[in-house]
């Protein structure tokens, strides 16, 4: 992957403009006030799907480098930094060993004592509370800085960590506006795409432990802030994965964190709730298995996700174990230990299981664990290596066992249901149900997929496309090849470009590399120079030189043209481009005329309405030139 693939893989244009622009969902897609022109409602749209946006006032759009480009003022090559900073680094810092060199500094920049405490910077010196004169210094000394950031990638708090024995050995920002501790997983942002990939999380205790993990290719960790994992981490992974890994220090101290983020899990995560049959006879029996009258069942809850704990070496902190021994780490990351293991081992290594009182004691702790699974074949396999264990016959653990569930009392509930059994999967997942069916209900409303038709003309070819709507990817990649085409015969003839700079701008590209080249290379022969007299290095950020490397090649590989040729098939590319381009512009035309009805804007409506007319005239002169040329 290219560095310009990268950034629009991990960077997400919608989460990119929230940052500045307050965006309200508005079915498939989002709309906010554009920050390009003045406007009172809405008129600047955000598509998820296809990661671009469009102002309907202004005419404005592109992908996720045009929007940074143009809302920051930077030029491409500003941008990419910009952007690739935000995605490939954790941007780690010294924080010197001085007591004001922050503080002086970001006064100097105009910001006040106060704003530096609110912020967690700096501290009142002694005497002076409430910054009341008498001085701040930095919160932060000597110490190397991890920047702290939230979802979207910004910035909201510090860890520092002490360099040799000094103590605490990690410092935190205070709590603040922005930062709330036991909220916040460190490398989130980062993390967010291998989790979803790896459909695992690996929670560490340390930033030293995440950054480590990551650059071994660990990307899928995140660190919890403190010490403990609390059900507001739990809420944000629960989004991305159902597979938590717990990697956190198998020293004692880190066995009971490690048994407190488990707690949390499973209080946390989403309990499924399955109706059981009700047996009247004990299961484990088996003969005379007897159902209650129909309907009778019992709801049992499942614990929705599946939480390990990774096993490292007593004492070592994920970091050593990578330095040391990344196969070991790679090893145990791929085969972290079922929860119910876990426990198996530590609650019973202080026991003497040959002892009557060792037996009774682990089959006390155990089973309430046990009594949690309720997968029955699972829990059926764990109550027989319990019942080996201590050598306990499995009916009488059994029995037992129902003793603990009544008593936990939790976990299930009669219910009477007249509906017969099999349709009776009751699902209580928060927002999980209404969000599907809230997904389900917009992409019928969407314009592109069977909503009403535009009232103008143009009906036939472009309703066709406009049903295939914003994902076309077969289109799509088409596109791209046409536009690695027409860079290529640039490249090769920069002459060519007063044959397609009438019919094309740099918006119509799909790329960012490829609009970015035509950028490049039209403005250079409009500045009147017939051939590149600069050397393309000189030119071109190196970012883009593997496209023109893609693009020269394209051409190379084709049979030769001579200057008529290039001409033609120059053109061809142009017109393409730019029809692709139209029939981008109508769907995404039609998409917030359908909402400027619903929100009656009419002025918005009619606007859209001419906008539309303009749009289908230059698809029929496109079209009709097309035809006529054969
Ligand atoms: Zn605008």
Known sequence: MSIIETIKAKIDVVEEIGLVVALQKSGKALKGLCPFHNERTPSFYVFAETQTWRCFGCNEGGDVFSFVQKQQGLDFRETLHYLAEKVVTFSLGYAPDQWDTLAHYLLGRGYTERELVQGGLARDREGGPGGTGGGVYDYFRHRLIFPIRDTRGRVIGFGGRAFGDNQPKYLNSPQTLLFEKNSILYALDMARD??????????????VDAVIAHQHGTKQTVACIGSAITEKHIQQLKKLTRQVTLALDPDAAGESATEHGIQEA?????????????????????????YEPRGMIRLEEQVDAEINVLQLPAGEDPDEVIRENAALWDYAVAHPVPLVDYYFRVKTTDLNLKEPAGKTEAARRL???????????KRDAYMRKLSAMISIDERTLFDELQRVLREQKTTSVIAQFSAPLGQQHVSRKNGGGSHTSAQGQAATEFPGEGGEPPDVGARGALEEESRTALGLDKRK??????????????????????????????GDFAGTDTRELYHILNSDFQRGSSSLHEPLEQLVPSALLTTVKRAWERIESGTPLDGTGQEKYAVQCATRLKRTRLVQSNIEHQYALRDAKDTGDVALEQQLRRKLLAIHQQLRTIDSATHLQG
Not at 493 to 506: A, E, R, Y
């Open 194 to 207: 291998a989790i979803k990939h790896e459909k695992q999380v690996v929670i560490v205790e340390g930033y």
């Open 266 to 290: 499973l209080k946390t995560f989403d309990r499924i709730v399955v109706p059981i049959p009700l047996a009247t006879s004990n299961p484990v029996a088996g003969s005379r298995k007897r």
């Open 367 to 377: 089973l309430p664990i046990i009594g949690m699974i309720s997968d029955r074949v």
């Open 477 to 506: 990649s088409d596109t791209l090849q046409w536009e690695d085409y027409l860079i290529g015969l640039l490249l090769h003839n920069p002459g060519l470009s007063q044959h397609v700079c009438g019919i094309i701008t740099d």
